[in-house]
């Protein structure tokens, strides 16, 4: 197998990225030097890995530190509408990369650090021991080569998010920026983050994610800027109107980290919330002599922003979790209102006392319901604080707030019970009540006598205990509601708040979902990025819609070729991975058949491993035909509790053993587990992908934000008409996918008539063979009974319905196979779906939601960098 390029070789022949300047490479190794300098401790004369890597990065954060603060002066100065991105999960994923990408850095980078030289008579080079003589390093000054990609290497991801939710977040900040959007996101700083996921003995294990173990180069602390966050207490009833008192108060510390556009010299802030406890916390007890123990009770406080509870489409009604969403969201709203109140740069004295004008200088999305809390904790602020009437309290918290809904899966709404709300908020418990008292009378008014309706549209659900919609609440509370692709949108209004859209039609809207081709084109697939760049150019960078113009090459030879040389490379790159990992020998030839979300019922990867047996059981049947070769990777974290997806984990890799060790099947068919799949991990597997697992049971997957990542890095999509693979199938034409299954139509009226799996396994022997071996212990003979559950489930409780859609998979499964066996005509397949990628940026999304909802728009306007003067 020829050795791949590396991204260092690739980077010398890349346009997009820039030619670096001797000036700038000179400039950065400077810098670079001095930070090493002040980075090395003095008993220490030799850098370890880690030193460089975090003298690259304060490097790199030089260049960022000046944008930003011209950016927050132009703000002020501006003073346009601000933008609030509220969300309880930022997956942010590596700060390095995509920094120097869209300041335009990383070539010039890359250079500097390999020139860099030094006088030391120890071996400083990165692959080195120490006692060896390096080949770079001969004489008494050297040049080090440092690699980048090994520095980069080194950074730990910033895994504040579960999945989908959090990484669309991190690309919408990366858009808001581009954008230039006076945009902020706020969520919380989590210590833990999403836990590292170890597969033993095929089993998932958990272990801590201590992210911040060695320290964060790209935060800053603003401790000038805590803030006081209440819990508890009670409610007094006086003249004045009511009074929270007697709370026990926890500080949130912001930690501020820079976002920069892209080549615009905009930084925007993401500022995560951090909690500590005040130094008076618990000390009451010192006066009963247990200094000790109201010291350690300080953890109580902190524990808040503790850990990321790592259930993804699931609500976990725990009561740590409930002051997760009201620490975030009262620290947030208390630093939105300050900044609205000061609006010259500098200025700490309120310039504002009048909330009038608030909605016209602030807009708050809530990312889903987890920051629902935002509108009572508006409304007490301009009851309690301002004493406001509540019709003018009311209609400003409306026009500020909007609500994005990313599920209509029941299991994963937010039903927080009344109980837990009357101990630790009693306030706004009483806010909400009156909240819903007024939308009843409301509801009431236009249908009367609608009891039933009512009971629908309730905030309170009755019941034992009786609990509080918070979607329900989200919908009420603002000015705009939308859904994530506009199947999902679509199905919003027609059931899960059919009721409410009834009332206000125009509240409902859809803003379908999209990615930054920042990060997931030109930073994880640079290969492809400069084949695109030399015939269209590199504006396709801002404006995706531009990848339309390469129709004009689907019959160009030359091109195709080159696409197909691309693919074949990230191939092989992959491959070399994934040997070193998992001991597998990998076929590039084969087909990279790529499952990587959540593991989830709903996401279908036991339909997937259905198929994995049945291609299985056709090579062992005829072991001398031809047969198109695959390696299958399935990769995903199952939340801890969820015994279902720890399963379906355990059955995919005992499978793998099987199959990876059958003499007979040879490198045919391989199956891999994508351990601990994460955003770095991403980056490395979808620009290697041939095929796309898209294959949720229609109207369960609300969007999905892989399948666009898939298909602006060349992988077909072989999927069902759910989430946006319904919009990726109009954009590229439904012919150019491998579509398969039941649509939501059929879905609903097998539920009105009822499913029986049964029927299927009688009538399919393919599936009734699968199912067959998994229950009588084929792929765990060890324990025969390991897999009853699954089968049970299968064959009783499935709400997903897999044996429905098991023959149209594996049918279609037979197309790709038919099509791979033609690489010129799977290539220009592939070309047809990069080139109707364009819908599926984020900077679309972020702009229809500016334009539609927040009532703001989108500038070109590129900031002075910090070297020129400003007008």
């Not at 989590?190 to 801590?208: R, T």
């Not at 173990?213 to 805590?226: H, L, S, T």
């Not at 070769?629 to 399963?647: D, E, F, L, S, W």
């Amino acid at each position: 197998m020829a050795r791949p390029l590396t991204d260092h070789e690739k980077r010398k022949q890349i346009s997009v990225r820039g030619i670096a300047g001797l000036g700038d490479v000179a400039e950065i190794k400077k810098s670079f030097n001095r930070h090493l300098h002040f980075t090395l401790v003095k008993d220490r004369n030799v850098a370890t890995p880690r030193d460089y890597y975090f003298a690259l990065a304060h490097t790199v954060r030089d260049h960022l530190v000046g944008r930003w603060i011209r950016t927050q002066q132009y703000y002020y100065e501006k003073d346009p509408k601000r933008v609030h991105y509220l969300s309880l999960e930022f997956y942010m994923g590596r700060t390095l990369q995509n920094t120097m990408v869209n300041l335009g850095l990383q070539n010039t980078c890359d250079e500097a650090i390999y020139q860099v030289t030094s006088r030391s008579t120890r071996c400083l080079h990165l692959t080195c021991v120490c006692v060896c003589v390096c080949v770079v390093c001969v004489g008494g000054t050297f040049q080090l080569g440092l690699d980048l990609e090994e520095l980069e290497d080194i950074e730990e991801d910033a895994g504040l998010g579960n999945g989908g939710l959090g990484r669309l977040a991190a690309c919408f900040l990366d858009s808001m920026a581009t954008l230039g959007l006076a945009a902020y996101g706020y969520g919380i700083r989590y210590e833990f983050g999403i836990f590292n996921q170890k597969i033993s003995n095929g089993w998932q294990v958990e272990e801590a994610d201590d992210w911040l173990r060695y320290g964060n180069p790209w935060e800053k602390a603003r401790p000038e800027y805590m803030l006081p966050v209440h819990f508890y207490g009670r409610v007094e009833h006086t003249g004045a109107g009511p009074k929270w008192v007697d709370t026990q108060v926890v500080l949130a510390m912001p930690y501020d980290t820079p976002v920069p556009g892209f080549k615009n010299n905009t930084v925007n802030t993401m500022r995560l919330w951090s909690a500590k406890a005040p130094n008076d916390f618990n000390l009451q007890e010192f006066n009963v002599g247990d200094y000790i123990q109201a010291v350690l009770d300080r953890n109580l406080a902190e524990n808040i922003s503790r850990v990321l509870y790592p259930n993804d489409n699931f609500f976990e009604g725990k009561e740590l979790r409930l002051k997760q969403e009201y620490f975030v969201v009262a620290a947030t709203l208390q630093d939105i209102i300050r900044r609205f109140k000061s609006s010259k740069f500098g200025c700490r004295d309120p310039v504002r006392t009048s909330f009038e004008s608030f909605p016209d200088k602030v807009a708050i999305q809530l990312n889903d319901t987890h920051p629902a809390l935002a509108i009572p904790e508006l409304m007490r602020f301009f009851l309690d604080v301002e004493k406001m009437s509540w019709e003018k309290a009311w209609d400003i918290t409306r026009r500020t707030c909007s609500y994005t809904n990313h599920t209509v899966l029941p299991e994963a709404l937010e039903r927080w019970p009344v109980y837990m709300f009357e101990k630790l908020l009693p306030r706004h418990l009483l806010i909400i009540y009156e909240i819903n008292q007024r939308h009843l009378d409301m509801i009431s008014a236009l249908y009367p006598g609608d009891s039933e309706r009512l009971r629908r549209m309730s905030l309170i659900e009755e019941g034992d205990p009786k609990r509080i919609n918070m979607a329900h609440l989200c919908v009420v509370g603002s000015h705009a509601v939308n859904g994530v692709a506009r199947i999902h949108s679509d199905i919003v209004k027609s059931t899960v708040f059919k009721d409410f859209y009834d009332v206000e039609p125009e509240k409902f809207q859809n803003k379908t979902n999209g990615i930054t081709p920042r990060r997931w084109l030109l930073l994880c697939n640079p290969g492809l990025a400069d084949i695109i760049a030399e015939k269209i150019g590199e504006d396709f960078l801002k404006d995706l819609y531009q990848l339309r113009k390469l129709l004009d090459y689907i019959n160009d030879d030359v091109f195709i070729r080159d696409v197909a040389k691309v693919k074949q490379e990230n191939k092989q790159k992959l491959a070399v991975y994934l040997e070193k990992q998992y001991k597998v020998k990998i076929n590039p030839e084969s087909i990279f058949d790529i499952h990587v979300k959540r593991i989830h019922e709903y996401k279908r990867q036991l339909l997937n491993c259905l198929h994995i047996i049945t291609y299985y059981n056709r090579i062992k049947k005829e072991p001398n035909k031809m047969f198109v070769p695959r390696t299958i990777m399935v990769g995903g974290k199952a939340a801890p509790g969820y015994h279902m997806a720890k399963m379906i984990i355990k059955l995919i890799t005992s499978v793998a053993q099987v199959v990876n060790n059958d003499p007979v099947v040879g490198d045919r068919l391989k199956v891999i587990f994508l351990e601990n799949y994460r955003v770095t991990l991403a980056e490395k597997v979808i620009p290697a992908a041939d095929l796309s697992e898209q294959i949720s049971t229609a109207g369960t997957e609300a969007s999905g934000t892989g399948n666009m990542k898939f298909m602006l890095n060349g992988a077909l999509t072989i999927g069902t008409m759910d989430g946006a693979n319904v919009e990726m199938a109009e954009e590229a034409g439904e012919e150019n996918l491998f579509i398969f299954g039941m649509r939501v139509e059929e879905v609903e009226a097998m539920d009105r008539k009822g499913y029986n799996a049964l029927e299927y396994y009688e009538r399919l022997p393919e599936l009734r063979q699968v199912m067959d071996q998994i229950r009588t212990g084929f792929f765990s003979p060890k324990e025969p009974e390991l897999f009853k559950g699954i089968v049970n489930m299968l064959m009783h409780h499935d709400r997903f319905k897999v044996f429905a859609d098991y023959e149209a998979y594996i049918n279609s499964q037979e197309k790709v196979n038919n099509l791979y066996n033609h690489p010129k005509e799977w290539t220009k397949k592939v070309i047809r779906n990069i080139a109707a990628s364009g819908k599926f940026s984020s900077d679309r999304t972020i702009s229809e939601y500016a334009k539609e909802i927040w009532g703001v728009e989108p500038s070109d306007v590129k900031i002075p960098p910090p070297n020129e003067p400003r007008d």
